[in-house]
């Protein structure tokens, strides 16, 4: 009880512990990729029923118009960005072993980076009719 900690206020304490305004970030920009998502998804939608009985030449050319590409694009990125962070609150919430936690982490940002950078190049690919 004669510890020097003993006589500080419980904010002191807590002072530069926990995820103080990380945490907001975090909740903030999930809530935007899924804002994104959502007007992307309704894009995607659209342009997948337009290409209803389109043949392949079709559909390769609407993909690779460039403004359907670069919303491909922004979907892509948005989706996995979206993703990750979802993937990461499960890992925090659930995974309670530190090592894991950050083998899970670290499985999950490679994941995620490694799907966005395929799936980006393919729009890439057929945008620029590779």
Known sequence: MNSPDSLRSPVK????LGSARSGV???IVQRA?????LVLAIYLVV??????????????ATVGHPCN???LVAFLLAMFWHGKLGLQVVIE?????????LACQLVVVFACALAALA???A????ALGA
């Open 33 to 37: 990729t899924a804002v994104a998502l």
């Open 119 to 121: 799936s980006v190049l």
């Open 69 to 71: 590409a670069v919303m």
């Open 47 to 60: 342009l997948l029923v337009s290409l209803i009985g389109a043949d392949y030449a079709q559909a390769r």
């Open 25 to 27: 970030h975090h909740f």
């Open 13 to 16: 304490n807590a002072r530069g």
């Open 93 to 101: 919430d659930y995974v309670h072993t530190p090592g894991r936690a």
């Open 123 to 126: 729009v890439i690919r057929i």
